[in-house]
């Protein structure tokens, strides 16, 4: 399978010359990397990828498919292949010919194309449902047909547009695994578009946080979560705390919770910033930890592996995550006390 890099160079797009649906998107993937465009809806994620298929022009800056711009080709010279929400398949064609419908726009001989639609129904683990048509399979089936189109003709890069959003969790998860293994399997690039947070970190090598037409940070799962570089990255990417601060200087900040320190001892004196600290690096606190703190309990909500605990620390609204087994010290308490490491506080800048 081929791979190949992309590059969006100051990428616009307007649809009336007034509002940007694309404002300015520069972003470098690279061959064989597994990326998510991830953001709210109208955040302009799926215009880009529209771009980068052909279905919609830029209005002003470049995308380059390795060497190559693909400004102005049209979506069949682009070599990309594209998997929709709705499938999109054909309902009177077999599974095979649904598969092999990309190789016969390229006029491709019989034999060789019902080879490789072969091939292709063999990757997604659908061997023996070509002579089938796409109303005897399940939803979670038929997306994996799609998904076999758009590799059959061996394209440098695979577009996802929100492949997922019509299947139940169960099928979800099971297609996100799916995804992930044919994406190491073949090292063919994805740019994967969704406002799914949890599909975004289970999959992708890197993912790029869109928001009012653009991209705010982009980074690993484990960058975008633990080390956000604004508020809306912070609050749009799992559950947070955001505490509003201003710095005494030496990584300490003066907040509604009292003095908390942080190791950005690099922030001036006296500026305002945004603290933020993930509900499940709270912890309850032993009676021996000399800096713990009461927080008053207002309501709680179970969910089996963990109990999240919403409350205050003096004015601050929290949230608390406790793992499972120990929800039961909280059982009927209006209060606890509650502590969290130095590490677990970053400074959103």
């Known amino acids: 399978m081929n791979a190949r890099s992309l590059t969006l160079r100051n990428v616009t797009k307007t649809y009336d010359r007034k509002h940007l649906a694309a404002d300015n998107v ?77 190789l016969r726009m390229r006029g491709v001989a019989k034999q060789e194309k019902e080879r490789r639609a072969r091939e292709a129904l063999a990757k997604v683990n659908l061997q023996g449902y070509e002579k089938r048509v796409p109303a005897e399979l399940s939803g979670g089936q038929q997306q994996r047909v799609a998904l076999a189109r758009a590799l059959v003709f061996e394209p440098d890069v695979i577009l996802l547009d929100e492949p997922l959003g019509a299947l139940d969790k169960a099928l979800r998860e099971h297609m996100q ?19 799914d947070q949890t599909e975004a970190m289970t999959m992708s090598d890197r993912i790029a946080v869109f928001n009012q037409g653009r991209i705010e940070q982009v980074g690993s799962p484990n960058e975008i979560y633990f080390a956000p570089t604004t508020r809306f990255v912070a609050s749009f990417i799992g559950d947070s705390n955001i505490i509003p601060a201003a710095s005494l200087g030496d990584g300490r900040f003066e907040t509604a919770v009292g003095i908390v320190e942080t190791h950005a001892s690099d ?83």
Not at 73 to 83: F, Y
Not at 177 to 195: A, F, N, S
Not at 312 to 334: C, E, F, H, N
């Open 177 to 195: 695994v799916e995804l992930k293994r044919i994406h190491r399997d073949l090292g063919v690039t994805m740019v994967y578009v969704t406002h």
């Open 267 to 349: 922030a001036e004196r006296n500026s305002r910033a945004d603290l933020l600290l993930r509900p499940e690096m709270i912890r309850i606190a032993d009676a021996a930890q000399p800096e713990r703190q009461p927080m008053k309990i207002e309501t709680t909500i179970n969910y089996g592996d963990n109990l999240l605990v919403i409350g205050k620390l003096g004015t601050q609204a929290i949230r608390m995550r406790v793992p499972g087994v120990d929800a039961r010290k909280l059982d009927g308490a209006s209060e606890c006390h509650v502590t969290w490491r130095k590490d677990d506080v970053h400074l959103i800048a």
């Open 26 to 102: 520069s972003l470098d993937i690279k061959a064989g990397e597994f990326i998510s465009f991830l953001g709210p809806s109208g955040s302009g994620k799926t215009t880009t990828l529209m771009m980068i298929a052909g279905f919609q022009h830029p209005t002003s800056g470049e995308i380059r498919l390795g060497d190559l711009t693909i400004d102005n080709l049209p979506p069949h010279k682009r070599n990309i292949g594209m998997v929709f929400q709705n499938y999109a398949l054909f309902p009177h064609m077999t599974i095979a010919d649904n598969v092999a419908f990309p």
